[in-house]
């Protein structure tokens, strides 16, 4: 989440519908297996599991590991071997989680926990000045996720450690950005080398359409107040606040789109950065801009550079380097006039004067790498095109691996479930040496390096932290095994476990085991290789077993025990309404219904019912990516307003329910859009016209979900063949400015642009 993501991740257009979100933008990518695929000699492996939704992780110098959860919740564990959470901080109520909004990045101090600090970054459920909660984990129609949009702003905030162990205050550091759209959130934070703390966010603007701030002004962008929609060539709003640093002198200088390098302890923009000067808080904290949305950064292991991924919309997802995060040369990225080294064509065809400067001038700084949503990264991996949001940024350092891998630069795209490794060429990361890493991953939101120096990666679909490990190195984890004999028979149940068929590659380990019989998560039911466990009421039983070798590395697994004759083991739920015959458009209500049955529980109530409703984005080549929109918690009824999104994408429904033994069971039904045509034509024939982001030459169409809103631009002036004479814009046979919204009618739609010829008399 290409899309445009996923923040978690979001979009790049062709990911969500050209994000996350993420993702995380965020996107959340369809369904692969949760072991993700390895080079040889690799194992991938789980290290933190049954978490919901994380976001990011961070290693503090101590040996604790720290997880976001989406929602805003930050978990804490003594250890990677430590099976239990502690709640380390509950933001909940001040983090909007919709879409790609929520807790999306986190960071330790570096002297932790000398300095008891947590730093984290989250969407503030609150409009730019206002105080949260203002919306809640949704957006109510009017008006509406992706028509007028909910206006938020983002918040970095130090949380402090108290004597137990959890947060006991929280000081925001930074509440800026003002984001109108559901994508293109907040992202990362990093310490820098120089003890900076370094925070990045994305642009918030509609990744339907070509944004410059024609749909309300929420944001105040200039030239007009708030309130008054902003048109060509002057308009400075929507994804246009990205280049807010290269606004008029006394005009507002907006974190989106921007890195930031700021004091860890005040917020303030630090001494030497290349805005120090200005009289604006904003600008004095900026070192970089120009991007749609930086999820995920991180920094070269001995220097100064920063490198950060940049989630794309139609066309190319980028790593960009700023070759010296603390000098005072503050480099533009070009969006949204470009997109990888070329125009961006939505913003193009617009003729908005923010970009004509960029693209008369120059200044743009060239992705360091770029690579197109329908290509291979690597023509021999595994991993689906059509469809990208690079969501993880790290470098190798001090682990086993294998000599090639030294000083690589991993990222992973959480559209396409991979991650792929930039190995070195004279000792800088080169895209000559791309290989796949970890392929077939559950959305990976977050690379990062961990104890070991080994690479650790957050894959949200499967919510977990997951490790590669390198089994030529020094140690390789235990391989798990367990029997149950017997394993089913009438209550009360006395079983005989066995875990001796547990093995270690490593002569000379031994192993320690942990059991839970229960299956209440913890493993500590027994540390015995052989134990016994009565059971003493009807149900079926996973009992889990830990092995850990004498160097600490661990493998779990599960054998299933089933007591008696449970029935119905889970609850069966069913979607009343709405019916999968039901063909939606964009803003129309949508009422949903159901219940759910247990054999044991009987009939379940509201509260044991959930519903979470998404889009599933497609790509031409048929592969197709999810992006979670909103849950309904609680409820057996209710309704919400289908959104816009490009074609070809379609809704999902889930109903789950959950028993009073906490076992769920879960419904999907799939909910294809009506769809109309637009067609393009233009007098004389052969004109270039733009359609969302990219060109096409007349005569051409568009299947676009009614109700859908569309930006369209006739490029003027412009060369028509066959004679390659010029010609300027005269009109829309229907009306309007050249740069314009339409909304797809329920019948489709012929839309003609109309030109003359330029000549001495009517020159253009």
Not at 353 to 372: F, W
Not at 552 to 578: E, F, K, M, N, Y
Not at 666 to 693: E, H, R, Y
């Amino acid at each position: 989440m290409g899309s445009r993501r996923f923040s978690f991740l979001r979009r790049s257009r062709s990911a969500l519908a050209a994000g996350v979100i993420v993702p995380l933008a965020m996107a959340v990518a369809a369904a692969p297996a949760a072991v993700g695929a390895v080079p040889a000699g690799f194992t991938d492996t789980v290290a933190i599991g049954g978490l919901s939704s994380p976001t990011a992780a961070a290693f503090a110098p101590d040996g604790r590991v720290f997880v976001a959860e989406k929602s805003g919740l930050v978990k804490v564990f003594d250890n990677l071997a430590d099976p239990t959470a502690t709640v380390f901080a509950d933001l909940r109520t001040p983090t909007q989680d919709f879409w790609d909004r929520g807790l999306l990045g986190l960071a330790v101090d570096p002297a932790f926990p000398t300095r008891p600090y947590v730093y984290v970054s989250y969407t503030l459920d609150a409009e730019p000045g206002g105080t949260a909660p203002r919306w809640g984990d949704t957006c109510p129609t009017p008006p509406g996720a992706t028509d007028s949009g909910c206006v938020v702003t983002g918040r970095v905030s130090q949380l402090t450690m108290g004597p137990g162990g959890t947060a006991v205050s929280e000081k925001p550091l930074v509440t800026g950005w003002c984001q109108q759209y559901p994508s293109h959130s907040v992202g990362a934070l990093a310490f820098g080398p120089d003890g900076a703390l370094y925070a990045g966010g994305g642009d918030g603007a509609s990744f339907n359409f070509a944004d410059y701030g024609q749909v309300g002004n929420p944001c105040a962008d200039p030239p007009s107040p708030a309130g008054t929609n902003l048109s060509p060539p002057s308009a400075e709003g929507g994804a246009l606040r990205s280049q807010s640093p290269r606004r008029a002198a006394g005009q507002p200088v907006l974190l989106n789109g921007t890195l930031l390098r700021i004091d860890p302890d005040t917020g303030d923009g630090l001494p030497g950065n290349p805005f120090a000067s200005s009289t604006d808080a904003n600008a004095r904290r900026v070192i970089a801009y120009g991007s749609r949305n930086q999820f995920r950064f991180g920094f070269r292991p001995g220097t100064s550079e920063l490198w950060a991924g940049d989630v794309g919309w139609n066309t190319w997802e980028e790593i960009n380097r700023v070759g010296n995060a603390g000098d005072a040369v503050a480099e533009n990225f070009g969006w949204p006039c470009f997109e990888g080294t070329a125009r961006q064509a939505g913003y193009d065809g617009a003729n908005l004067d923010r970009c004509e400067s960029l693209y008369s001038a120059g200044g743009q700084s060239a992705p360091y790498y770029a690579y197109n949503h329908n290509a291979k990264v690597v023509a021999t991996d595994p991993c689906p095109t059509g469809g990208s949001s690079i969501s993880g940024i790290a470098f190798e350092s001090g682990s086993n691996y294998p000599a090639e891998y030294a000083g690589a630069l991993f990222f992973a795209d959480s559209s396409r479930g991979c991650i792929w490794a930039m190995q070195t060429v004279s000792g800088q990361p080169s895209p000559t040496k791309l290989v796949p890493f970890v392929t077939g991953v559950s959305t990976p939101v977050q690379v990062l390096t961990g104890p070991g120096g080994d690479l650790f990666y957050v894959a949200l679909g499967a919510g977990e932290l997951r490790r590669v490990s390198y089994a030529g190195g020094t140690n390789r984890p235990p391989v798990a095994a367990a029997t149950a004999t017997p394993s089913s028979g009438a209550a009360p149940l006395t079983v005989q476990f066995d875990g001796t068929g547990s093995t270690d590659p490593d002569a000379g380990d031994t192993l320690s085991y942990a059991w839970d019989l229960d299956a209440d998560g913890a493993y500590d039911d027994s540390a015995a290789p052989r134990p016994t466990w009565t059971y003493t009421t009807a149900a079926a039983v996973d009992a889990g077993l830990r092995v850990t070798d004498s160097h600490g590395a661990s493998a779990t697994t599960t054998v299933r025990v089933t007591v008696g004759t449970p029935a119905g083991l889970d609850p069966v739920p069913v979607i009343d309404t709405p019916a999968t015959t039901l063909n939606w458009s964009v803003g129309q209500t949508v009422p949903f219904s159901g219940r759910a049955v247990d054999a044991q529980d009987g009939e379940l109530p509201p509260s044991a019912l959930s519903w979470r409703l998404a889009i599933r984005h497609c790509a031409a080549n048929g592969t197709c990516h999810t992006h979670n929109v909103q849950d309904f918690p609680g409820v057996a009824a209710g309704s919400f307003v289908a959104p816009d999104h490009e074609y070809p994408s379609y809704l999902q429904l889930t109903l789950t329910a959950t028993d009073s033994t906490g076992r769920t069971g879960s419904k999907t039904i799939d909910l294809q859009p009506k769809t109309v045509t637009l067609n393009f034509t233009s007098s004389p024939s052969q004109a270039m016209l733009t359609v969302g982001g990219t060109q096409q030459r007349t005569p051409f169409s568009r299947t676009v979900i009614a109700g859908s809103v569309n930006s369209i631009s006739a490029d003027s002036p412009q060369n028509l063949p066959p004679l390659n004479l010029k010609y300027a814009f005269t009109s829309w046979a229907h009306g309007g400015a050249r740069t314009q919204n339409v909304v797809a009618p329920q019948a489709g739609a012929t839309y003609q642009a109309n030109y003359r010829l330029c000549w001495l008399l009517q020159p253009c």
